[in-house]
């Protein structure tokens, strides 16, 4: 069975820092898509960034960025210029292709940003 | 505005008085899954479905019912609610093939406390 692991519960940054956060993933399969998820006190569970296991590639959207590691299933989020609003906690999440399959969570990471 | 509702966002209850939360998405997404998020466990799936009228188990289903007489809607229904189902509860959809099947919209949340 697949398991997503995130080794820190807790980061702290300061603001306009970077801050890289771990996350590795167990699988026998070759394909699927990899997720980190914000969480926010609102609660509310947003998609910060999406990885394809087939792409080389390391995924980009603004100061959000991974680097993703398929042979030693790895895939971390490195937050760049960091703000206030990035405080949140950050799950990241494992899909397997085949859609049978549910999607996986890790326990997430709580991220605090220091003024 | 492509979204996901759940109703209500914070519910207090005694144990063992029947509820329901409802969840719909407007993006005619096949399919539909329900989680719940606890302190040091983080998400865990309670029931999912991939269309009309096929609901399955996820990992933690006991003590829980969905129905999927429509696209749209898949409420989750507390027959009997215990203490122990005290939490916080997401609904979330998404394509089950094609682009964009791979990512899931979640809903605001439910947050429910079983007295």
């Known amino acids: 069975a697949q398991t997503v692991t995130q080794s820190q519960p807790e980061m702290s940054v300061q603001e306009a820092e970077t801050v890289t956060l771990s996350c590795t993933y167990d699988t026998s399969e070759s394909d699927y898509y990899l997720f980190w998820y914000k969480q926010p006190p609102s609660r509310q569970m947003i998609l910060v960034i999406r990885?394809?296991?087939?792409?080389?590639q390391n995924a980009t959207e603004n100061r959000f960025s991974v680097n993703f590691q398929k042979a030693a299933k790895s895939f971390s989020l490195k937050i760049s210029d960091s703000q206030l609003g990035d405080a949140a906690m950050y799950f990241c999440?494992?899909?397997?292709?085949?859609?049978?399959?549910?999607?996986?969570f890790g326990k997430g990471t709580r991220l605090h940003i220091l003024p | 505005e492509a979204q996901v509702t759940q109703n209500p966002r914070y519910l207090i209850t005694v144990t063992g008085k029947k509820l329901t939360v409802t969840c719909s998405q407007n993006m005619n997404h096949e399919y539909m899954s329900w989680y719940r998020q606890d302190p040091g466990l983080g998400l865990r799936q309670i029931y999912y479905s991939m269309n009309v009228e096929v609901t399955d188990k996820g990992d933690v289903p006991e003590g829980y019912k969905v129905s999927r007489k429509e696209k749209r809607n898949f409420p989750l229904i507390l027959e009997s609610p215990s203490p122990n189902q005290t939490s916080l509860y997401f609904c979330?959809?998404?394509?089950?093939?094609?682009?964009?099947?791979?990512?899931?919209?979640f809903g605001p949340g439910t947050r429910l406390l079983v007295l």
């Open positions: 990885q394809e296991a087939y792409k080389q």
């Open positions: 979330a959809s998404s394509y089950l093939a094609g682009a964009g099947k791979e990512t899931q919209y």
């Open positions: 999440a494992y899909l397997s292709m085949n859609r049978d399959d549910k999607i996986i």
